[in-house]
């Protein structure tokens, strides 16, 4: 807990700091009428559309479930969901966020190894999807950006996003090679630390086997008779993408501005690989300083930083406050809880 609350601190500061500067570089005069002006029903819209792609996501972690024989509630779903974005919000490349899933699902009568494929499952779809769009994402781009400024930032991100993806498909595809390098990796760490380390890991390494043979299934599954649940799933993924995208489109109306939707939803795509790299937790800093270049083609350097304050309260902050708040009930649901509590 004492981590937890350091990596949200961090993530917090940083978020902070960056907004700062994104203020200093664009206020102007015209930036406080813009304010004055805004229309706050476009904003109030562009919450309750981040809202529904909770509810989108929750179904498509039910749809996946059950593609793998096992039921769970849509509601219970959606709250897994809402609750994991507060560990991917403190943690680097959102990597926190698929642990507490597949935890959460583990605690509603879900193995381990079909909690991880449906995971896994989820994050290999929006990678595939994203990966797809960049090209043409680059392509809207490519005379927009001068000096090409965000071109290692692009390439970093995107070799680390095909990279885990060809691991995860490699394990998928090979779980005994997959096993033989876990192991081999483990003893030598072993070897280093000394006998009584190998004696604590042993169980451990039969664990991940275990773990990675049921993985290895239930993509399979997937593949086979769970195939009509994978092709909802897409569905579900192309959908929860365009929600979440229509948001800057949104708030862009509320400040009187009305630009490509085209270009809005290629920003974006740029935006979700580059806040893949693993720099900052939640991807502070790298959110609001990649937001001010890429919005910048589209949007006047008055409204910019208050543009990227409204997108950033949105996908970051929203997901902070309302994910705490579903992680508490989540919590008090628990017998442990409930017997600290002493009901």
């Known amino acids: 807990m004492s981590k937890f609350r350091k990596l949200l601190n961090a993530s917090l500061l940083i978020s902070a700091f960056s907004i700062i500067v994104v203020l200093v570089l664009t206020v102007d005069s015209n930036t406080i009428n813009a304010i004055m002006g805004i229309k706050y029903e476009y904003i109030i819209a562009a919450a309750a559309l981040h809202a529904f792609s909770y509810v989108i996501w929750g179904i498509r972690t039910k749809i996946m479930c059950q593609a793998l024989g096992h039921n769970i509630d849509i509601l219970k779903a959606v709250e897994i969901v809402i609750s994991s974005t507060l560990a991917a919000c403190v943690t680097p490349s959102s ?57 290692t930032a692009f390439i970093l991100a995107e070799t680390i996003v095909i990279s885990v993806l060809a691991l995860i498909i490699y394990g998928m595809w090979k779980p005994e090679q997959t096993k033989r390098f876990i192991h081999f990796i483990v003893d030598r760490i072993a070897h280093i630390l000394g006998k009584k380390t190998e004696v604590t890991l042993s169980p451990i390494l039969a664990r991940i086997d275990m773990e990675l043979e049921h993985f290895h299934d239930s993509v399979w599954m997937f ?102 708040f579903v992680s508490i009930k989540i919590l008090k649901d628990t017998d442990m809880i409930g017997k600290l509590l002493g009901d």
């Open 95 to 151: 990597a926190g966020g698929e642990p507490a899933r597949i935890h959460l699902l583990h605690r509603n009568q879900i193995p381990v190894g079909r909690a991880t494929a449906v995971v896994i499952g989820e994050r290999l779809l929006d990678a595939i999807l994203l990966l797809s769009l960049v090209p043409f994402a680059l392509f809207i781009f490519r005379d927009m950006l001068s000096n090409y400024q965000l071109d």
């Open 223 to 324: 593949l086979t008779e769970g195939r009509k649940g994978l092709l909802y799933g897409a569905a579900c993924t192309i959908l929860f993408w365009i929600v979440e995208y229509a948001m800057l489109s949104v708030i862009l109306m509320g400040l009187d501005q009305n630009p490509s939707i085209i270009v809005v939803f290629a920003a974006q795509v740029l935006l979700s690989i580059i806040m893949v790299v693993p720099a900052t937790p939640g991807a502070s800093g790298i959110a609001e300083f990649g937001a001010m270049s890429l919005f910048s083609v589209f949007v006047p350097a008055s409204l910019l930083g208050i543009t990227v304050i409204a997108w950033r309260a949105l996908t970051f902050y929203m997901n902070i406050f309302v994910g705490s």
